[in-house]
Nanobody, 128 residues
Framework: QVQLVESGGGMVQPGGSLRLSCKVS????????IAWFRQVPGKEREGISC????????YYSDSVKGRFTISRNNAANTVHLQMDSLKPEDKAVYFC?????????????????????WGQGTQVNISS
């Protein structure tokens, strides 16, 4: 079966950095868009960044643009999210997700339904 497992979360000071990783098994990433979402209690899951398949565009939410960088390694079936200049409002559970249907459109951040497979999440805490 398809599994996505996030890692790399933890606690950092404001202004610090973390690098999240997502290992995918049971699915070859070459032809599927991948994304990172985050969620805090009582709020809907928020799309942060996505990486299109086949060398198409990458996208970032306004809240993280210029601070976060998404990348993929298709050979290793992994996706990464480099998070720099972290702010208190970045505290959340971060989820990786993969599309499950091949399309001719770039990835998007507006709907969780675009993504078929999800990891269990990794907690990112910002210390005070």
């Amino acid at each position: 079966q398809v599994q996505l497992v996030e890692s790399g979360g933890g606690m950092v000071q404001p202004g610090g950095s973390l690098r999240l990783s997502c290992k995918v098994s049971g699915l070859t990433l070459d032809y599927y868009g991948i994304a990172w979402f985050r969620q805090v209690p009582g709020k809907e899951r928020e799309g942060i960044s996505c990486n299109s398949d086949r060398g198409r565009g990458n996208y970032y939410s306004d809240s993280v643009k210029g601070r976060f960088t998404i990348s993929r390694n298709n050979a290793a079936n992994t996706v990464h999210l480099q998070m720099d200049s972290l702010k208190p409002e970045d505290k959340a559970v971060y989820f990786c997700a993969s599309e499950g249907v091949v399309t001719e459109w770039d990835c998007g951040l507006s709907s969780v339904t675009e993504y078929r497979y999800w990891g269990q999440g990794t907690q990112v805490n910002i210390s005070s």
